[in-house]
């Protein structure tokens, strides 16, 4: 069935849309999908994750865009088993398009949801996924990187023991960005011209694209506002 998913899935997020630099980042991270179907992100909160993977599938995979299930573990119980959460989303996404599988166990919702997402062609994110339990979290990804076939599954993520310490070449760690990146983002982004404003813009957002974001937008501002 490649139906594609059901008007209630959850979208891919959009990327910002001023975005600067991580050219290197978004090769790596293509690379790292065609290579395998397990693909981890992780870094400090703030550097971006989520606007890089976000990025990387409208840029080099946008006909898999509306096949994409976005999972933000944000919005789910802080804890939750990560497996039993997936598996009912995925099953929910297909829903309009699924057809019994007479093979499916009850008893085991992770070879259904692996299954599922091969069989319907979906790929998944699994946003901020460091919120789940931590051991089922694990079990989800190393399974995924042993057994699904076609499907794609990307998770972000604030640290990297999550099971694929034997494929490092899955594994992408997102650091902060220079100086030179940041300050083009506070002209672009903030509208920031004075060359004080910016430097102190970016000296106190210490690389964090999310942090920056949240200053004024204006010259004046960002100076009487920044602590």
């Excluded at 865009?65 to 789910?76: A, N």
């Excluded at 008893?107 to 599922?116: E, K, N, Q, R, Y």
């Excluded at 994110?125 to 989800?140: F, Q």
């Excluded at 690389?207 to 920056?212: A, E, I």
């Amino acid at each position: 069935v490649r139906g594609g998913v059901g008007p209630g899935a959850r979208r891919v997020a959009n990327p910002p849309p001023i975005f600067v630099g991580r050219d290197a980042e978004i090769a790596a991270l293509a690379a790292s999908i065609k290579r395998g179907p397990a693909s981890l992100v992780w870094g400090l909160e703030g550097l971006g994750k989520s606007a890089l993977v976000s990025k990387t599938l409208f840029l080099r995979f946008s006909e898999m865009i509306s096949r994409t299930v976005w999972i933000p573990f944000t919005s789910l119980p802080k804890g939750c088993n990560s497996i039993a959460e997936v598996s009912q989303i995925l099953f929910e996404a297909v829903r309009p398009h699924a057809k019994p599988d007479p093979g499916a166990s009850p008893d085991d919702p992770l070879g259904a949801a692996i299954d599922l997402a091969d069989r319907h062609d979906i790929w998944i994110v699994l946003e901020d996924l460091h919120l789940a339990d931590r051991d089922s979290a694990r079990e989800l990804m190393s399974a995924v990187a042993r057994a699904s076939r076609t499907a794609r599954w990307i998770a972000t993520a604030d640290r990297d023991d999550f099971g694929l310490h034997q494929l490092p070449e899955q594994v992408l760690h997102l650091g902060r960005l220079s100086e030179t990146e940041m300050s083009d983002l506070a002209r672009l982004a903030l509208r920031a011209n004075a060359d004080e404003s910016v430097a102190r813009i970016v000296a106190m957002a210490a690389g964090s694209p999310w942090r920056l974001r949240s200053f004024p937008t204006t010259d004046a501002d960002a100076l009487a506002h920044v602590p």
